[in-house]
């Protein structure tokens, strides 16, 4: 079957770093991406990681090995506005408005 | 910028009634797709378009369908709906070339009472 699997819940402290997994398992790959949403709102596109290695951005990070199906994403100084839901998402074929696959979301809360 | 745009915002509908949820992508993205999300759960891929021909169907129930206009707006036509049916209704749009990057749209919440 398919599936992605990351964490449901993570709890970091603002200025700390926090690092979300997540393994995946699907019929074909081209691409790992990761969306952040804040309740009651739209996903917002953060990165993308189409071949192995570390992708930077700001204060966000994600990795990918596509030998070992696991990506994550790495948050850095982390801030109070960052508290959201983070969802990995896999693209499974290379053309054009081919389907993707979200993980269940990870709940990231942020204590002061 | 422009971004997407969906409407209407917020619709209530009666069980078997039927709805249509609109999309306006971002100007020259020519692909769409839809999602339908549940309250804490992921966005789950309805159906997509590519050049106004549809191109992947996910886990869209027969009583929906979708197509896409020839100015690249998008419709979702949903029929005998069921209280299941009540989430949020995603529309995303991509650029050409762009094999990564989806732009969504506000989300349409339906309420099937």
């Known amino acids: 079957g398919q599936s992605l699997e990351q964490p449901s819940e993570v709890t970091a402290v603002e200025g700390a770093i926090v690092q979300i997994n997540c393994t995946y398992q699907?019929?074909?790959?081209?691409?790992l991406s990761w969306y952040q949403q804040h309740d009651g709102g739209a996903p917002t596109f953060l990165s993308y990681?189409?071949?192995?290695g570390l992708e930077e951005t700001g204060r966000f990070s994600s990795f990918l090995s596509r030998s070992d199906s696991y990506g994550y994403l790495l948050l850095q100084e982390l801030q109070m506005k960052d508290s959201a839901s983070y969802f990995c998402?896999?693209?499974?074929?290379?053309?054009?408005?081919?389907?993707?696959?979200f993980g269940s979301g990870t709940r990231l809360s942020i204590r002061p | 910028a422009a971004g997407v745009i969906q409407s209407p915002r917020h619709l209530i509908k009666e069980k078997r009634e039927t709805a249509t949820l609109k999309c306006y992508p971002i100007?020259?993205?020519?692909?769409v797709y839809w999602y339908q999300q549940g309250p804490g759960q992921d966005p789950q891929f309805l159906i997509s378009?590519?050049?106004?021909?549809?191109?992947d169907k996910g886990s869209i129930p027969d009583r929906f369908s979708a197509q896409q206009f020839s100015d690249y707006h998008s419709e979702l036509n949903m029929s005998s709906l069921e209280l299941g049916d009540s989430a949020l209704y995603f529309c995303?749009?991509?650029?050409?070339?762009?094999?990564?990057?989806?732009?969504f749209g506000p989300g349409t919440r339906l309420t099937v009472l």
């Open positions: 998402a896999v693209r499974e074929r290379r053309s054009s408005a081919s389907k993707i696959i």
């Open positions: 699907t019929s074909g790959f081209y691409g």
């Open positions: 990681n189409g071949l192995d």
């Open positions: 100007p020259r993205h020519d692909t």
């Open positions: 378009f590519y050049e106004k021909m549809q191109s």
């Open positions: 995303a749009s991509m650029g050409t070339g762009s094999y990564n990057e989806q732009f």
